[in-house]
Each structure stands twice: as C-alpha cells, then as structure tokens.
C-alpha cells in the first residue's frame, strides 16, 4: 500500500515536499514514481528513484525545481518541490514498481490515492 501527504495550496515560487509512504511489503524493493494528473489532462511523470536511490531523468517541466529522495529506513520516497508555478497545480501520486524507475504510466501497478497540490499565482 501507497500513501502520499504533504500536499496543499501554496503560492507561486513557494515550497512543498510531499511524502509517500509504503506499507505491507518490503519497500526497499521496490522502484517508485512521481506522477501527477491535472483536470482534464493525462497522468503524467514527473520524477522517479530505483531501489538504489538512482533517479531517472526528471520530467523537463520540473528539471531543476523537484527532487526526488528516498530513505528507506522509513519506507518513504519524498519529493520536493522548489519555485513551484502555476502550472504544476495537479494531483499527484506515487506508484510502485518491483524493476527500475521507469517514466511510464503503464509500468506501474501499485498506486496511492493521490495529494492535491494546488499553486496560486
């Protein structure tokens, strides 16, 4: 199982750092995602870390703003978001997968709930 917290609303140029948890496995196994859904647009990526800590290119909308880490003593991947904008208003979520920290929506099978992250200009 798959929880994120840690979203909210936030001025343009502010700071979040969201939170997924995993439960129920051994999350050190497991490569996690960072994606994010806004109304009325696909699900898309935007950060991913393998069991190693080794991160997959970022999403080029937040290359250089986002950070994605883990620390797996708390099962926990996080990501942090600098200069947030507008733009990246969106839900997003965490998802697990038991290989390598892919990009892809469909390589993913294990997904949390969602935080809402909502930007204000």
């Known amino acids: 199982r798959l929880e994120e917290s840690g979203g909210g609303l936030v001025q343009a140029g502010g700071s979040l750092r969201l939170a997924c948890v995993g439960s129920?496995?051994?999350?050190?196994?497991?490569?996690i995602g960072w994606f994010r859904q806004a109304p009325g647009r696909l699900r898309e990526f935007v950060a991913a870390?393998?069991?190693?800590?080794?991160?997959?290119p970022y999403a080029a909308s937040v290359e250089g703003r986002f950070t994605i880490s883990r620390d797996n003593a708390k099962n926990t991947v996080y990501l942090q978001m600098n200069s947030l904008k507008a733009e990246d208003t969106a839900v997003y979520y965490c998802?697990?997968?038991?290989?390598?920290?892919?990009?892809?929506?469909?390589?993913?099978?294990?997904w949390g709930q969602g935080t809402q992250v909502t930007v204000s200009s």
């Open positions: 998802a697990a997968n038991t290989y390598a920290p892919y990009s892809s929506v469909d390589q993913y099978r294990r």
């Open positions: 870390i393998g069991r190693k800590g080794i991160t997959t």
């Open positions: 129920g496995g051994t999350f050190r196994d497991y490569a």
